[in-house]
């Protein structure tokens, strides 16, 4: 089955999906609650299968289908000073960026950006504090990309 990969805002005490029966935690994502489409659904239980107690739906942001988001940052400095950056390995191959409230809510996912597209299987990124540069791990191309981000 086709899954939408997630990117969390992880907190103590929450649950956000992977079942684990040792934390008692048994229901994949958002189970299936109703016949309608429910976030985080996975059709494969029958309807009317709630999610854990402890899902944070809330916390709990869409990277995009067959994404496998990995590598993660918060950029700062220069244009995206403050956005979330999440490498995806998979469908998007590329880096999308979310906008991150001072509260910490995640909103504005954006995928398409130039210069942030076309890699082959990226896996992580990381950022140069003092030139802003961006470094991209490329599995599929065996190498390191350099990214210099413009004013």
Known sequence: TAETDYVFDVKPGRY??????????????GGNPTAGTDPFQVGAYPVGTPPDPN???????????????????????G????????VRYSSGQD???????????????????????GFSQPLDVTQDPATGHLYVTELGASRITLLKLRP
């Open 55 to 77: 899902m944070d739906l809330a916390g709990t942001y869409d990277a995009g289908l067959h994404a496998s988001a990995n590598g993660v940052l918060e950029y700062r400095g």
């Open 95 to 117: 880096i999308e960026t979310f906008d991150v409230a001072a509260s910490g809510v995640l909103s504005n996912r954006t995928t398409g950006l130039t210069g942030l597209t």
């Open 16 to 29: 956000y999906g992977h079942p684990n029966p040792a934390r008692c935690e048994w229901v994949l994502a």
């Open 79 to 86: 244009v995206l000073n403050g956005k979330l950056l999440v």
